[in-house]
């Protein structure tokens, strides 16, 4: 089944201040990667070059560490890890997860996973998740020197399309969207499945690619 979606004009009712500390807290831990990046530099061994994946990992674990810090004495907001997965819960409207974003597409980064596709399509059945939220993405993208945060934007997506997009201190966006029937939401589960389907091949493809049965 499928979650109802808040709009974006909803949304931003019912965000205020939170909004604010949201990019404060992206900012702050962008920051602290670029002074962890710094102070590797002083151990003796050289410049390391860290792969995107190493700093995209550490920003989202100070986000992470902060937005529990940030928010420990907030009724309205409850920072959770559900099956690995963080974000945080707020009023039990919406469910933001925190990821590095393209500024051209806004779609995020990641590869496809059955828990990942699941949360894009909006698929109500998320084991840990409540029914009702909507789940939406804050993120973030840098300048090309990757050590200054160039936007940040929440996103709310709906499988491959994009709801609508609020970026921080710029412009918003919105689809027009339409109300589904139970024949579009039977169309709308086929959809899910497809994706995960095709995930599925892609990753036994690829271990059947990497077992060549050699060592080299």
């Given at each position: 089944m499928k979650r109802n979606l808040l709009i974006l004009?909803?949304?931003k009712e019912s965000i205020g201040s939170v909004h604010d500390q949201i990019a404060s807290i992206i900012n702050l831990s962008v920051i602290d990667w670029n002074m962890i990046q710094d102070y590797s530099n002083t151990l003796g061994i050289g410049s390391v070059t860290y792969k995107p994946r190493t700093k995209a990992g550490m920003v989202h674990d100070h986000i992470s560490h902060r937005i529990f810090n940030e928010f420990y004495e907030n009724p309205d907001?409850?920072?959770?890890?559900?099956?690995?997965?963080?974000?945080?819960?707020?009023?039990?409207?919406?469910?933001?997860?925190?990821?590095?974003?393209?500024?051209?597409?806004?779609?995020?980064?990641?590869?496809?996973?059955f828990q990942s596709i699941k949360y894009r399509y909006q698929d109500s059945s998320i084991p840990g998740l409540p029914a009702r939220p909507t789940i939406l993405y804050a993120g973030y993208s840098l300048d090309k020197t990757g050590s200054q945060v160039q936007g940040i934007y929440t996103a709310c997506w709906d499988g491959d399309r994009l709801m609508w997009i609020d970026e921080y201190g710029g412009d918003s966006m919105e689809q027009i969207t339409?109300?589904?029937?139970?024949?579009?939401?039977?169309?709308?589960?086929?959809?899910?499945?497809?994706?995960?389907?095709?995930?599925?091949?892609?990753?036994?493809?690829?271990?059947?690619n990497t077992n060549t049965g050699t060592n080299n």
């Open positions: 004009s909803d949304y907001v409850k920072a959770v890890e559900i099956n690995g997965v963080f974000g945080f819960l707020y009023k039990d409207i919406f469910f933001i997860r925190f990821k590095k974003m393209d500024p051209r597409s806004f779609k995020i980064s990641g590869a496809d996973t339409f109300g589904f029937d139970e024949v579009d939401e039977k169309k709308k589960q086929q959809e899910i499945e497809q994706v995960i389907r095709r995930v599925t091949v892609k990753k036994n493809v690829k271990r059947k």
